[in-house]
């Protein structure tokens, strides 16, 4: 039975699709079957993954709507070898189109069920909102990674993000947990940063991951390519820290 990952931040640009497409591409190196579901009408990681997404004929859209089912809709990143349940702008729509229709936090869940246990992870890239379809994907997962860049806003939003999640544990998913803070993009020439990575090791401790993603500019020049970074350029600082982040994922999970 696979193990469900929402990567959430309601913030913008923090690395959350950058987090999800080379864990995804991480994992799978490490020879965990991934399956990576896009959330977001940015259709960003759907992009990352390698997929073209102007020319997708249906995408998590109509999953989420009932209109077809996962295993007609997901598609193989060739570049990251990993599945890829793909988004486009298409998903904008779901978001007034779901409110009416029955269990519309679940919907994402209830379609999960089906394909979960044909792979180890689902990672979820979610929306920079904490809108209904973030909600979905936290109703889906048994916990959330949170990607934060070290600096003097860091932490702001992260008390609603934290209570959303807590909200969400108490009504609709008892199973939710913060897996997680990932510090990315990070610049240890800065002494903000390393002021900023204490802090959150000082007040969340062992929610703190061990990895630390640098700020890399290979990671920002893969997507183009349509290959995640872990891909692109293997060697790179960037592609290692998400490399040893999907061991440190793997060993996570074995106590969950
Ligand atoms: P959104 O909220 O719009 O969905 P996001 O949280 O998914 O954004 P990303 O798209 O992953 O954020 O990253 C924002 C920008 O930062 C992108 O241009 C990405 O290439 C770049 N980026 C992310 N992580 C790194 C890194 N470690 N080093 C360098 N650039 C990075
Ligand atoms: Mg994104």
């Given at each position: 039975?696979?193990?469900?990952?929402?990567?959430a931040?309601?913030?913008g640009?923090?690395?959350?699709?950058t987090?999800a497409v080379?864990?995804a591409a991480?994992?799978?190196?490490?020879n965990?079957?991934v399956?990576?579901a896009?959330?977001?009408?940015?259709?960003n990681?759907?992009?990352?993954?390698?997929i073209?997404?102007?020319?997708?004929?249906?995408?998590?859209?109509?999953v989420l709507?009932g209109?077809s089912?996962?295993?007609?809709?997901?598609?193989?990143?060739?570049?990251?070898?990993?599945?890829?349940?793909?988004?486009n702008?298409?998903?904008a729509?779901?978001e007034v189109?779901?409110?009416?229709l029955?269990n519309?936090?679940?919907?994402?869940?209830n379609?999960m069920?089906s394909?979960?246990?044909?792979?180890?992870?689902?990672?979820?890239d979610?929306?920079?909102?904490?809108?209904?379809?973030?909600?979905?994907?936290?109703?889906?997962?048994?916990?959330v990674?949170?990607?934060m860049?070290?600096?003097?806003?860091a932490?702001?939003?992260?008390s609603?993000?934290?209570n959303?999640?807590?909200?969400?544990?108490a009504?609709?998913?008892?199973d939710?947990?913060?897996?997680g803070?990932?510090?990315?993009?990070?610049?240890p020439r800065?002494?903000?940063?390393q002021?900023?990575?204490?802090?959150?090791e000082?007040?969340?401790?062992?929610?703190?991951?061990?990895t630390?993603i640098p700020r890399?500019?290979?990671?920002?020049e893969?997507?183009?390519?349509?290959?995640?970074?872990?891909?692109?350029d293997p060697?790179?600082?960037?592609?290692q820290?998400?490399i040893?982040f999907?061991a440190?994922m793997v060993?996570?999970?074995?106590?969950?």
């Open positions: 039975m696979a193990k469900i990952f929402c990567v931040n309601q913030k640009g923090v690395g959350k699709t987090t080379n864990l991480g994992l799978a190196q490490l965990q079957r399956l990576l896009d959330l977001d009408p940015q259709g990681a759907t992009m990352g993954a390698g073209n997404k102007a020319t997708l004929k249906e995408t998590i859209y109509e709507l209109m089912d996962i295993k007609s809709v997901r598609v193989v990143s060739e570049t990251g070898n990993f599945d890829v349940l793909p988004a702008r298409e998903l729509g779901a189109e779901m409110v009416d029955e519309r936090e679940k919907r994402l869940k379609a069920a394909i979960a246990d044909e792979y180890d992870f689902i990672l979820i979610c929306p920079p909102a904490l809108s209904l379809l973030t909600l979905n994907g936290l109703c889906a997962a048994n916990g990674i949170i990607p860049q070290c600096e003097y806003y932490l702001e939003g992260l609603d993000l934290v959303t999640i807590k909200k969400v544990h009504n609709l998913n008892t939710l947990k913060i897996i803070l990932l510090r990315v993009m990070f610049d800065m002494t903000l940063s002021q900023v990575s204490a802090e959150l000082q007040h969340f401790g062992d929610k703190v991951f061990k630390v890399n500019v290979r990671l920002a893969a997507p183009s390519y349509g290959m995640p970074g872990v891909c692109f060697a790179s600082k960037g592609a820290a998400y040893a999907g440190e060993e996570r999970i074995k106590s969950m």
